[in-house]
């Protein structure tokens, strides 16, 4: 389905728009207070892109030698070319160390691999210990947000999750209860585990370790209490240096929620006594997306869910509209490059407003990525008829002054004088709930003409 | 072809030209913070709570007073040892650190404009003590705070082992965005200063 018919099933319930949109423009508005705060934030902003333009530029050479570092450090590095090597890799890691059940925390790449169910289908038990991940796990729904992955449930829809699936006592939604219970069921996965894995937010090429953030402090439950750990990381998740943490860090949290960082912020480098970690490099599409000029700074992302707290098509469509692992203004510049059929409609729900560009913290130039997949898609996959039809008609009105001054005195007219019901009428999108403007009398060219000669007049 | 060489070929041959790797200048991030007061300040906005002391052993008085009913009791601090109801040394495994009610560790690194406090195997003898545990308390002395993250790292050449930036008790909102303190780590966190 298209990204716009997936919208308008979310769009159903209007109340829930209307939440939805409201609680994502609120973290919007806590991350500009909280970068308000800090002194030079676009210059900030202007390290954290040149850092992951420069390392893009050298990655492979930051590859070799985090991994050489790691494997001083005794930890095991792996390398996956797509999802599915990834996912043997895993299950091969697991059945070695007899592992049978396993907590994991976020990992978005986990998403993109379908990693839960190729695990459950061999048997193993796979339990998501974000509490947002857990709701969604529960429900068997993919996340909605990479930050927020629950932002599309209301308290009650989890209550009665909760009560279905954790035998929790009705309680009218209410979140302290909900997520103390949570905290004890997921309590007893962590103890019970066989092995943890965890996403990785950087890889520090000069030292060989990586860094974890999380709110919850799921990952370090589970890294520290299971005797395996398996992190699991794309290629562009590297950076050169430790000192580098110091920008990221500082972006991240801020651009996410408006924290000034995470709860924690977890430095793993060496493996505990006794215990075994893993890193697994994935490339899934990423060097492809690497050979294209126009959208290779899409890999710059640091997975913070801004452009999606600022963007209004997202706000109003939900993330399950996107019907791809990372939703948003940045999931539809990453989608197409792979599979420009599947996700052909994606760039299209944008207004091109330029709010995501604006927000992100390593200055991807999201909405010109945007525009130019659209310049790809309409000439490589089939457009409606309509749309095709429309878009030359209007090409070739606006090729001609004469002829646009006609068609706009008609259109002025129009929403002037006709019924509303006719200005509404089903060939026009733009009267679907909501009514147009009513048409000038006379056309700015009108206007600025008789303004130059009132001027003259009175000169 | 293995995939590691196979991934590493192709990134090599889509790669751009190299870029140069812009230097970070920290002066230019300075806006002149009051460090403790910014500290303190911030701290309380991650959820977490500020208390000023002299010695460690006011930290366990002061301790004793704000958790009466603990049972299980840790803490890694010089001469306080008679605090500890836990001898981990009769510890198998973190597992059965499942009850602990509070822990009490020393750091030598902490951040002002974030309230995050710094902990690592230096002063960890399990890495899973201060996620386990119910409350958390923090000692940290005021000259090793620092103002930004950019000074933190220069202080940090090794992180060891592991080693974890703490900002606050954790934390979810992750039901209808509504902030509830006390996810899967510490329900509290106490910082101490001296």
């Known amino acids: 389905m298209s990204h716009s018919q997936l919208a308008s099933i979310f769009n159903k319930d209007e109340k829930k728009v209307d939440w939805h949109d409201k609680a994502l423009w609120f973290v919007r508005h806590k991350r500009d207070k909280s970068v308000h705060e800090v002194k030079n934030w676009e210059e900030l902003r202007n390290l954290g892109h040149g850092i992951k333009a420069h390392m893009l530029s050298n990655l492979d050479v930051y590859l070799k ?85 629950a932002i599309h449930k209301n308290r009650h829809e989890v209550d009665e999750l909760f009560q279905e699936h954790l035998g929790t006592k009705p309680c009218d939604g209410d979140p302290q209860y909900l997520t103390g219970e949570a905290r004890k069921h997921l309590r007893q996965k962590f103890i019970e585990a066989d092995a943890a894995l ?41 950076i050169p240096r430790q000192e580098h943490l110091g920008v990221f860090l500082r972006l991240l949290a801020r651009s996410a929620t408006g924290q000034p960082v995470t709860t924690y912020s977890s430095h793993f480098k060496k493996p505990a006594d006794g215990k075994k970690m893993h890193i697994i490099i994935v490339d899934n599409g990423r060097s492809e997306q690497l050979s294209r000029p126009d959208f290779r700074a899409s890999l710059h992302c640091i997975r913070c869910g801004a452009c999606m707290n600022t963007c209004p098509i997202y706000r109003r469509s939900g993330g399950h509209s996107y019907d791809a692992t990372i939703p948003g203004p940045i999931g539809s510049i990453l989608s197409p490059g792979k599979d420009l059929k599947q996700y052909s409609t994606l760039p299209f729900a944008s207004t091109l407003c330029g709010s995501c560009s604006d927000v992100c913290p390593v200055k991807i130039d999201i909405h010109a990525q945007l525009y130019k997949w659209r310049q790809i898609i309409t000439k490589e996959t089939p457009q409606p008829f309509i ?62 003409k008789n303004r130059e000669a009132n001027k003259t007049k009175n000169d | ?137 923090l000692v940290v002395s005021k000259e090793n705070v620092v103002p930004y993250m950019h000074q933190a790292y220069e202080k940090l050449s090794d992180t060891s082992g592991f080693g974890v930036f703490i900002a606050g008790p954790s934390k979810t909102a992750d039901i209808e965005q509504s902030l509830v303190i006390g996810a899967h780590g510490a329900l509290s966190l106490t910082i101490f200063v001296k």
């Not at chain 2, 030598?108 to 960890?124: I, R, T, Y």
């Open chain 1, 65 to 149: 030698e985090f991994e050489a570092n790691a494997n001083k450090n005794g930890v095991e590095v792996h390398w996956a070319a797509n999802a599915e090597e990834h996912n043997q890799i895993v299950l091969k890691i697991l059945q070695e160390n007899n592992a049978k059940k396993i907590v994991k925390s976020k990992s978005m790449l986990t998403e993109e691999c379908h990693l839960n169910p190729y695990l459950e289908a061999e048997g193993l038990e796979v339990i998501d210990t974000d509490l947002g991940e857990r709701i969604v796990q529960l429900a068997k729904e993919p996340p909605s947000h990479i930050v927020l992955p």
């Open chain 2, 1 to 137: 072809m293995s995939s590691r060489d196979h991934i590493l070929n192709r990134i090599n041959a889509n790669k751009p030209e190299l870029l140069t790797l812009p230097n970070i200048d920290a002066s230019i991030f300075d806006a002149g913070l009051n460090v403790m007061a910014e500290f303190i300040k911030k701290v309380e906005v991650v959820g977490g709570n500020v208390l000023e002391t002299t010695s460690n052993d006011a930290v366990i008085s002061k301790v004793e007073t704000i958790f009466p009913d603990a049972q299980i009791k840790y803490s890694t601090i010089a001469g306080t040892e008679a605090f500890n109801t836990l001898d981990l040394t009769t510890i198998k495994k973190s597992q059965d650190l499942e009850d602990l009610d509070i822990l009490i560790i020393e750091s030598d690194l902490a951040v002002a404009e974030n309230g995050a406090v710094w902990v690592s195997d230096k002063q960890l003898p399990l890495r899973v003590l201060p996620f386990i545990t119910k409350h958390l308390v």
């Open chain 1, 198 to 238: 965890t996403g990785v937010n950087f890889a520090i090429a000069e030292t060989g370790g990586f860094v974890v953030c999380t709110n919850e402090g799921n990952a370090d439950m589970g890294a520290h209490l299971a005797p395996v750990h398996i992190a699991c990381m794309g290629v562009e998740k590297i």
């Open chain 1, 387 to 448: 749309k095709k039809k429309s878009m030359e008609i209007m090409g070739s009105i606006f090729a001609k002054p004469s002829q646009f001054e006609t068609v706009g005195k008609i259109a002025r007219w129009s929403l002037r004088s006709l019924p509303k019901s006719m200005i509404n009428s089903k060939p026009n999108a733009w009267g679907k709930a909501r009514d147009l403007p009513l048409g000038p009398k006379e056309s700015f060219d009108d206007w600025y």
